[in-house]
């Protein structure tokens, strides 16, 4: 199955690194995805989290794009409800601009954050989402109508237009709104207990052509643990499983090692939950990862897989996409 791969990056600040090490690090996992043949790079926006340094993801966008050659690059994505829709007009028209026909907008409706940080950045309800959307491509096209108190904004720099606009989702809400708005529509199977075949579906079925898609494209977020050995990956994946169970838990910790994540005294219940976490995640050798990955892709129909990969060691970070190039066949020249 030939399937586009692609990466999207938290960040992630393990145990014994600092988030700004963290930060920096993005570039080294750009420039490797850019030149194995990763179709995207994309950027979460989450905030007070101390295991996730992708806060600023439009600052990250344009440090990466920098750096690399031809990977697209952009946000899975922009938080709206955290923003005024002007200034994320205004912050990717500027990208637009500096990296013509490389920029993705990816928007997401929910907080991307605990409440404490929601009420800090001063974030809307998200049920104002549909509205705030409509105001931001409004502004950018300067199409709003007569008497409107924003007719005479300007959304600078002019004479580019906002860059492809996928919506996301975790539950199916938004499948039909990015379907309907002729936008891509990318799922967070990465996180989400839900099924993603019928928000696909849904998706496809109200799926109206724009300037921007002429067809539907449905990208699948799955987690992915690689590595040379099936023991080597299960070890691995034990930093996620915890990570997980502790935002769960609302504690917000830097990754744990793989150690640490072995030694921690779980409960029933606990092991339970971590159970579950592994059902959403595909763990493996090169061959089973790339047989889990096109499965998922069959039963959901998607068009490209986008791929979380949140270990606790930066080197086996990075090898776990170099194996999964080489599993699929990647070729940086296509």
């Not at 990466?7 to 920096?24: F, I, K, N, S």
């Not at 990816?106 to 959307?133: I, T």
């Amino acid at each position: 199955m030939n399937i586009p791969l692609s990466v999207l990056d938290l960040a992630p600040v393990p145990t014994g690194t600092t988030p700004a090490e963290a930060a920096r690090r993005t570039v080294d996992l750009a420039q490797l995805a850019d030149r194995l043949g990763y179709a995207r790079y994309w950027f979460a926006e989450h905030h007070s989290m101390a295991s996730v340094a992708s806060s600023a993801p439009e600052i990250l966008i344009a440090h990466v794009a920098a750096a690399t050659r031809r990977i697209h690059v952009g946000s899975g994505g922009i938080m709206l409800p955290n923003h005024a829709p002007l200034r994320i007009a205004e912050a990717f028209h500027t990208l637009e601009a500096l990296h013509p026909g490389r920029i993705n907008l990816g928007l997401g409706r929910a907080p991307g954050s605990e409440p404490a940080a929601s009420r800090a950045l001063r974030a809307f309800d998200g049920e104002q989402f549909p509205s705030h959307l409509s105001e931001m491509l409004a502004l950018s096209k300067g199409e709003l109508p007569s008497g409107h108190p924003f007719r005479r904004v300007r959304v600078m720099p002019e004479g580019v237009t906002l860059p492809p606009i996928w919506l996301l989702g975790s539950s199916g809400a938004s499948a039909r709104m990015a379907g309907s708005a002729g936008m891509g529509y990318s799922f967070a199977s990465h996180f989400s207990p839900t099924p993603a075949g019928p928000a696909f579906a849904a998706y496809r079925q109200s799926f109206t052509p724009s300037a921007q898609f002429a067809r539907p494209h449905a990208i699948l977020g799955v987690a992915v643990v690689c590595a040379e050995t099936e023991e080597q990956a299960q070890h691995l994946a034990l930093t996620m499983e915890l990570a997980r169970l502790r935002i769960n838990r609302g504690e917000f910790l830097p990754l744990p090692s793989p150690e640490e994540a072995q030694a921690y005294p779980y409960t029933e219940g606990e092991r339970e939950a971590v159970r579950h976490f592994r059902d959403m995640t595909i763990v493996g050798t090169p061959d089973s990862v790339r047989a889990q990955i096109e499965a998922k892709a069959r039963d959901t129909g998607a068009d490209e897989v986008m791929v979380v990969t949140n270990v606790h060691g930066h080197a086996e970070r990075l090898r776990s996409y170099e194996l999964l190039a080489a599993a699929f066949g990647l070729d940086a020249a296509a």
